[in-house]
């Protein structure tokens, strides 16, 4: 953890070390994709993805979640892509320079964190925030997954500090390379 930053918390008036917000380039979708597809069905920006395959579209954005620490000052951020309705990605991207803009979408978590087994998507709301700031996601409390129990109860610090070093050792995206052909992630 030596390459982290050093500040002086205003929780506790201490000085210790700020988590990097662990954060996906791309949905799970497009990561999956090959190159040569990458370049001929999809688009990734920023903050925006598309897929066009034969038979339909999907379509992504990036949001935030933050992952509460029970016995921490600070909670885990996380950068994570939803996929949303067509409807719903239309009105993100019209309202996208919009600073007012406040409204709640539904998504499907479109990327996976190595510590749980996915089977399939977790549903989420999707909240845009004004400032234009990423909306935050909150998954649906009734999902059974240990993603969702893990987010409302809260995680140790132990725990937030060992997906860090994960996330920021390369052995961890070479074994989440390995888990690529899964596709448990919604469809449209
Ligand atoms: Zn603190």
């Known amino acids: ?7 002086t918390c205003s929780v ?16 799970q979708a497009y990561l999956s994709l090959s190159e040569r597809e990458k370049e001929e069905i999809a688009d990734l920006t920023d903050d925006f993805c598309v ?9 992504f954005i990036r949001c935030t979640l933050t992952q509460k620490v029970t016995d921490h000052c600070e909670d885990l951020e996380y950068g994570f892509w939803v996929s949303l309705s067509e409807k719903s990605f239309n009105d993100y991207d019209e309202n996208y320079h919009n600073e007012n803009h406040e409204t709640v979408y539904f998504g499907w978590m479109s990327n996976f964190l190595p510590e749980y087994k ?22 649906h409390e009734d999902s059974d997954h240990p993603f969702v129990k893990d987010y409302y109860q809260g995680i140790t610090k132990a725990e937030a ?5 994960y996330m920021l050792n390369p052995d961890g995206t070479k074994n989440q390379q390995k888990d690529k052909t899964k596709s448990w992630w919604k469809r449209w």
């Open 1 to 7: 953890m030596e390459d982290l930053i050093k500040y």
């Open 12 to 27: 506790c008036g201490k000085e210790h070390e700020e988590w990097p917000a662990l954060a996906y380039n791309a949905p």
């Open 51 to 59: 897929i066009r395959y034969e038979d339909q579209t999907d379509r």
């Open 118 to 139: 996915y089977a399939e998507s977790i549903p989420t709301n999707v909240y845009t925030r004004s400032g234009n700031q990423r909306p935050e996601i909150v998954p």
């Open 161 to 165: 500090e060992r997906r860090i070093n």
